[in-house]
């Protein structure tokens, strides 16, 4: 289950990218830039300043049984690119959804009849349900980093934290 979460900010980038190719709205560009400027900027700028290793990189890491865990990766950790990936995404879902909510008396804008309806609105139960989807798919995916000891508790906070202002 860890492993599925841990690769889901892969698949929505892949799914986002293919989308823009599809749709080509400024939504979906934004869905699409946001995860690429986000790595951009953790990997070749961030990772290098704090240069923070992952768990387990000396090699004195151990869970309760005795055996050695610790994260594979050589790379450094802080921040996660997942949890900033993640919640930065969700974040942005969340604002875009947010906007597509028809107002209580949409009705008037149909009864109008001149074109003032807002395109793709939706009703409250839609945006739950959207939201709740998306909660579920992409909140697990720092708390994953941490049970595949991949990241820190501090690693994901923090990537969490940048991937939610960034988006913001």
Known sequence: VSLFYSCLPI???????????CVRR????????????????NELVLKKLVMMPR???????SDDTGRHVGSCALSCGMPSSHSM???GSLVLLV???????????ADAYEAMDVGLAPRGT???KHFIVYIGFWVVMLLPVPLARVILYDHSTSQI??????GALLAL
């Open 11 to 21: 698949i929505l980038l892949l799914a986002s990218g293919l989308y823009c190719l």
């Open 26 to 41: 400024s939504h979906s560009l934004a869905m699409f830039c946001f995860p690429l400027a986000c790595l951009a900027m």
């Open 55 to 61: 768990p387990g990189a000396t090699g004195k890491l």
């Open 85 to 87: 990936l993640s919640i």
């Open 95 to 105: 604002l875009d959804a947010g906007l597509r909510v028809a107002p209580r008396h």
């Open 122 to 124: 939706w009703t409250p």
């Open 157 to 162: 906070v923090v990537g969490s934290g940048l």
